[in-house]
């Protein structure tokens, strides 16, 4: 079992940045692809970046590419979410996610945090 817990979310202007940090505990985070989602009220959870499990590989979506930096410290067991330039279109309550297998699998995302919310003022 993996626990995580995310923080740093919070309400911040349009253009401004927040970074996002997931906390998993034991020691099988290193075992595990990460990714980042976001679920905005009304709208399906999106992926929004994922990351192999050395952090050799990084995915992110189109609308995030330039603004938003996906990482990890396994040492610390922590998976970042460094996030630029935010739009008002990105409010939304931000998951991370632990992946077993492949990081490009949406399905295989098995281990949830609570979420913590992005709110981007105008």
């Known amino acids: 079992q993996v626990q995580l817990v995310e923080s740093g979310g919070g309400l911040v202007q349009a253009g401004g940045s927040l970074r996002l940090s997931c906390a998993a505990s034991?020691?099988?985070?290193?075992?595990?692809?990460m990714g980042w989602f976001r679920q905005a009220p009304g709208k399906e959870r999106e992926l929004v970046a994922a990351?192999?499990?050395?952090?050799?590989?990084?995915y992110y979506r189109n609308s995030g590419e330039g603004r938003f930096t996906i990482s990890r410290d396994n040492a610390k067991n922590t998976a970042y979410l460094q996030m630029n330039s935010l739009k008002p279109e990105d409010t939304a309550v931000y998951y991370c996610?632990?992946?077993?297998?492949?990081?490009?699998?949406?399905?295989?995302?098995?281990?949830w945090g609570q979420g913590t919310q992005v709110t981007v003022s105008s």
């Open positions: 034991g020691r099988t985070f290193s075992s595990y692809a």
């Open positions: 996610a632990a992946n077993s297998g492949s990081l490009y699998d949406r399905t295989g995302y098995n281990y």
């Open positions: 990351i192999s499990v050395s952090g050799s590989i990084t």
